[in-house]
């Protein structure tokens, strides 16, 4: 994604698949990026996208987000992310939840559920039980990492979110971020104390 204040920013989304079928979180930037990744699962994975779940308002959550409506691929976003997107005129996801939502991919669960604000008053993690794996988009910052883009951010809350985050989830064992490299829960640490109040 090319960014005013941070360039080129590298961005990530997260497929979970297992017996040909997958769920996406967080569209590419664009829907021509959208149409390559939904092109690629199918053909490549050979699995059938059950949902995607844009995990806040910003483009490279769903800013490629027709592309998979066009797919006739439902989408569920909590409702505060459906709210800001129609205030800003972007595609709006079809279904809304509210706290968390479980689905199953085959026979495995994923959960998409809020904690609280932070990089935006929307943004949701995900995560899979079976593997303690989090996809905690830009909520989590990478080791090292500056506080990035705060135009929409709780820097209030935000280390507290992420303590909520900590407390449901102590087996993490792979966190997957918006921006960066994976890690594990120290990525949670490092994000907590670039935003405890001084």
């Given amino acids: 994604m090319q960014t005013q204040d941070f360039g080129n920013v590298p961005c990530n989304g997260l497929i979970v698949s297992d017996n040909n079928e997958a769920i996406v979180f967080d569209t590419p930037t664009n829907d021509i990026s959208s149409e390559e990744l939904i092109k690629w699962i199918k053909d490549t994975l050979h699995c059938k996208i059950n949902v995607i779940i844009p995990t806040h308002f910003h483009d490279d959550c769903l800013g490629g987000l027709k592309a998979f409506n066009d797919n006739e691929i439902?989408?569920?976003a909590y409702f505060k992310t459906i709210e800001l997107a129609q205030e800003n005129n972007f595609v709006i996801p079809q279904n809304s939840f509210r706290d968390s939502l479980i689905l199953k991919v085959s026979d495995k669960t994923i959960i998409a559920k809020?904690?609280?604000?932070?990089?935006?008053?929307?943004?949701?993690?995900?995560?899979?039980?079976?593997?303690?794996?989090?996809?905690?988009?830009?909520?989590?910052?990478e080791l090292d990492?500056?506080?990035?883009?705060?135009?929409?951010?709780?820097?209030?809350?935000?280390?507290?979110?992420?303590?909520?985050?900590?407390?449901?989830?102590?087996?993490v064992k792979i966190v997957i971020l918006g921006h960066g490299d994976y890690g594990d829960k120290k990525l949670l640490d490092y994000t907590i104390d670039l935003f405890k109040a001084e």
Avoid: M, Q, R
């Fill in 145 to 171: 990492a500056s506080k990035g883009y705060l135009g929409d951010a709780n820097v209030e809350d935000w280390s507290s979110t992420l303590e909520n985050i900590k407390k449901e989830y102590p087996n």
């Fill in 74 to 76: 439902p989408s569920y």
């Fill in 114 to 141: 809020y904690f609280g604000k932070g990089h935006t008053k929307d943004n949701v993690i995900g995560y899979f039980p079976s593997e303690n794996i989090i996809f905690g988009g830009c909520l989590i910052k």
